[in-house]
Structures are given as structure tokens and as C-alpha cells.
């Protein structure tokens, strides 16, 4: 595999202001751009996959992870190398549904996770779910980067507009830049947990909690009791694993929070003695 040939787009079905905090734990340079109504898109940099250390479909489907567990919104990771291409969806903490074509089209994904990626993101039943069984039907005038288009087609129908210049298959530098040229847009360089709860803290001194924070009690416990072993795991590794990692991370962030602001909340409801 060529990694100059390799990419990844990360699709949030949330706001630019709320995926930014979360977007902080990923450790990579992104670019962070409004993608129509209700969503936004990421551009990473791809020091991962650059550098060889793990390959992009388990890298986005890392990050894809870290962004959408125990948050309210789902995350389409498109990702593509010299030899194949996919997405995966992740939201909260169901299993990612994924797809893979190989780099002519040739499609080697089951037709059930189609149904599945439907289902979750609330396409139409009949019409939507038709468009995308096509994608994993055999078409020699359909590449990998043809299925990977059709299949933004079909998220249009929810409102999806990623920034013009900003589709799958392109190198790195030209959808950052193109990602960059959209009103709203901004960088993030995250350098971990850090850099997320400042931006908690942030948006708590604003009026409010954070999107990392407003998860319940019980939720919250079950996040941190998950994520600091899987942190512990992705780091402990030969390679370590900066998707994972960051999901580890973004978990236990997540269960320390919520603990932290449902004891507050609670003293807040309790009467002063």
C-alpha cells in the first residue's frame, strides 16, 4: 500500500462547535468545516497511516469511535488506500457497522450492514435502502471511489454538503485545503485529553455543560470502567494505537465528567443545611 495514496474523511452529524472538543482527543491536526444542515466534516492530517504504523481503515475506524461513543450524534469514517476502500458508522456504543470495496468496486462487504447503516441514521426504508444495496451489487463501470460517492449521495438526502472540493478519493492536501476555503472552518491541533476538558471547562463557564459531560450517572461509570482499560490496552501495545487510544481516552474522559457533574448536580438540588 502506497500511504500517499491513502485518506480519510470523518462525516459528524452534529455542528462544527459541538464535535470540536472531542475532535481535541483524536491527536492529529484536523480540519474542521460546517458540511450542510446538522453537519460537519474533519479532515485529519494522516500522521497515522503516513508514517506506517497501522493502516487507515483501522485508524478512521478508531477515531470514528472515539468521536460518536456516548455522544448523541453518529460518525461516517470514509476511508480509502491503493487497494480498497469503506466506511464505517459508529454511534454510542453499538458495534461500527462497516462496508469495504476493493479499488476496482468489487464489493466484499455483507449486504446486511447496508440495512443496518440505513436503519441507524434513518434513511428511508424502501428508497434509500435501494440506493445502497446497489452499491454492493457488481458494477465494472463503478470503482471504489465511485461507491464511496454514491454512498455521500445517499447522506445528502439527511442534509449532508461537504465543502466543494471535499469528496472521497482525493490526496490529503487538497481536501484540507478545500475543507479550509469553507466559511466557518477552523484547524485543530488536539494534544489529548488536555485540550478537551479545557474546552469542557470552557464551554461550563459559558453557561453550561459540554457535550463530553451531559451523559447520565450510571452511563457515565460505564464509560470510565470501559475506557481506562482500552486506553491502557491501545497504549501497551508494540504499536500503539492512536485510534484506539483516543477512544480509551475520550471514554474515560467522558466517565470522569459525568461523575464529576452529577455530583454537582445533585448538590445543586439537594437544600442548604
Known amino acids: 500500500m502506497d500511504a500517499t495514496s491513502s485518506g480519510a474523511l470523518l462525516l459528524c452529524r452534529a455542528a462544527p462547535d459541538a464535535v470540536a472538543a472531542p475532535a481535541r482527543l483524536l491527536r492529529e491536526h484536523v480540519v474542521l468545516a460546517p458540511a450542510g444542515a ?22 478512521a475506524t478508531g477515531w470514528a469511535t472515539a468521536l460518536a461513543v456516548g455522544a448523541p450524534w ?36 455483507e449486504d446486511e450492514a447496508m440495512i443496518t ?25 463503478a470503482d471504489a471511489r465511485a461507491r464511496l460517492l454514491g454512498l455521500v449521495a445517499v447522506l445528502a438526502r439527511l442534509g449532508l454538503e461537504p465543502p466543494p472540493g471535499v469528496q472521497p478519493g482525493e490526496t490529503t492536501p487538497r481536501l484540507r485545503a478545500a475543507a479550509r476555503a469553507r466559511p466557518g472552518a477552523r484547524d485543530i ?32 461509570g460505564v464509560q470510565l470502567a470501559v475506557g481506562l482499560p482500552l486506553l491502557a490496552w491501545a497504549l501497551a501495545r508494540r504499536t500503539p494505537s492512536p485510534g484506539w487510544a483516543a477512544t ?19 448538590r445543586e438540588r439537594c437544600p442548604a443545611p
Do not use: K, N
Not at 480509551?248 to 445533585?266: D, E, K, P
Open 38 to 59: 446538522g453537519w460537519s466534516t474533519l479532515v485529519p492530517e494522516g500522521r497515522p497511516w503516513l508514517d506506517g504504523s497501522e493502516p487507515v481503515e483501522r485508524i
Open 74 to 109: 453518529p460518525v461516517v469514517a470514509l476511508w480509502w488506500d491503493g487497494e480498497r476502500a469503506g466506511h464505517t458508522l459508529a454511534y454510542g456504543f453499538r458495534r461500527p457497522v462497516d462496508y469495504t470495496w476493493l479499488a476496482d468496486g468489487t464489493p466484499v462487504g
Open 117 to 141: 447503516f440505513a436503519e441507524r441514521l434513518g434513511l428511508d426504508p424502501v428508497l434509500d435502502v435501494q440506493d445502497l444495496q446497489a452499491l454492493t451489487r457488481p458494477d465494472p463501470d
Open 189 to 220: 491541533e488536539g494534544h489529548g485529553w488536555r485540550d478537551a476538558v479545557r474546552a469542557e471547562l470552557s464551554a461550563a463557564d459559558q453557561g453550561g455543560l459540554g457535550p463530553l459531560a451531559r451523559v447520565p450517572r450510571a452511563v457515565a
Open 248 to 266: 480509551g481516552a475520550l471514554l474515560a474522559l467522558q466517565g470522569a465528567l459525568g461523575l464529576a457533574c452529577g455530583r454537582t448536580r445533585a
